[in-house]
């Protein structure tokens, strides 16, 4: 090992690991922090579905998702393409932003920091 002046400080956080103890790692970071996950998740995918149910009515999710089981499937009516393909992109935007915030979020509890929504 190099015990020169010289070397930087280890980096914060718990170094190298196995993939068990990654994965109790992981399931231990978002217990401790689970509120907080949920309200960064909600706080995009809430106003996303509002909007989508504002813009396209109480039928939105039949729309999305298709008729239940056992029912016919409608097809999407070509007056609506266009605005639900925006909308899609918007709500693929919105879960990259999610992700993003939530792997911040994980990052900062790993270095030992306190999570915040904000």
């Not at 002046?5 to 718990?14: D, I, K, M, Q």
């Not at 899609?88 to 915030?101: E, N, Q, R, S």
Request: negative net charge.
């Amino acid at each position: 090992m190099n015990d020169s002046p010289f070397t930087p400080p280890p980096a914060p956080g718990p170094g190298p690991r196995g993939p068990g103890s990654i994965i109790s790692r992981t399931f231990a970071l978002y217990g401790h922090n689970l509120l907080h996950m949920v309200v960064i998740s909600a706080t995009v995918t809430i106003p996303l579905i509002a909007a989508g149910l504002a813009a396209f009515g109480p039928g939105f999710m039949d729309i999305i998702l298709g008729s239940p089981v056992g029912e016919d499937l409608h097809p999407l009516p070509a007056s609506l393409l266009w605005p639900v393909a925006a909308y899609a992109a918007l709500y693929v935007l919105g879960i990259v932003a999610v992700t993003a915030a939530i792997a911040q979020a994980a990052a900062t509890a790993l270095t030992g920091q306190p999570v915040s929504i904000g």
